[in-house]
């Protein structure tokens, strides 16, 4: 396989991509169970099959084409380093935030300010025509071992068009999201699932 080295534990990997839309259009809308293999088609290209059992206990069978990286490009898949983190806090619900984020986007904001404390106030707010408006919540629950800053509060100003899929996409969900402010202009958001954690790091303001 394309990466494999057993004697380099850090090469021990194989990276494929593949058209996230193909896995969406089999995956029925409750709850299912997935068998994933990497293999190949008739062809002798590359697929990612995939078994799908729904509730109704029948398997379907599917093959969605993938495409293997070369190890050469690893690199770009690489995390970014994440440094000096100020504020690391447990935000509201994703579906809270997402009807907020709604709001001041059809407000035609395009800037949302998150303000945090290290004793658990959170402050969402953006600028529009006429002035300012905001949402504040407290009592919210913060890491001050995740973070390695002195400082009483910090705030991260986003794009709202980075942000509102995020929201939106775990808003029907019980997922709990995290926000480790990294710098006035970025942020990473911890989406932790039930079997899962994912992590989205925003920046990168246009004025």
């Not at 896995?23 to 008739?42: A, D, M």
């Not at 300012?132 to 919540?137: L, M």
């Not at 808003?171 to 699932?193: L, P």
Request: with cysteine; hydrophobic share 40%; proline share 5%.
């Amino acid at each position: 396989m394309v990466g494999m080295n057993p004697r380099n534990k850090d090469q021990n990997f194989i990276f494929f991509e593949f058209d996230i839309d193909s896995l969406v259009r089999i995956l029925p809308g409750g709850h299912c169970y997935l068998k994933l293999k990497l293999s190949k088609s008739q062809s002798d290209e590359p697929i990612l099959a995939v078994e799908v059992r729904n509730p109704e206990a029948d398997i379907v069978s599917h093959q969605i084409p993938i495409t293997i990286v070369l190890s050469k490009y690893w690199n770009t898949y690489t995390r970014p380093t994440i440094g000096h983190r100020k504020m690391c806090i447990s935000m509201p619900p994703p579906r809270v935030i997402a009807r907020f984020i709604h709001a001041f986007k059809n407000m035609s904001a395009r800037v949302v300010k998150f303000t945090a404390s290290t004793s658990g106030d959170l402050r969402i707010s953006t600028k529009i025509d006429h002035g300012e408006i905001d949402a504040s919540f407290s009592d919210l629950q913060t890491i001050p071992s995740e973070t390695d800053s002195q400082e009483d509060t910090a705030n991260v100003q986003l794009m709202i068009r980075n942000i509102t899929t995020l929201f939106q996409s775990f808003a029907h969900t019980r997922s709990r999201v995290k926000m480790n402010i990294i710098s006035n202009r970025m942020a990473e958001f911890n989406i932790y699932s039930e079997d899962c954690v994912l992590s989205f790091i925003v920046g990168n303001v246009s004025d």
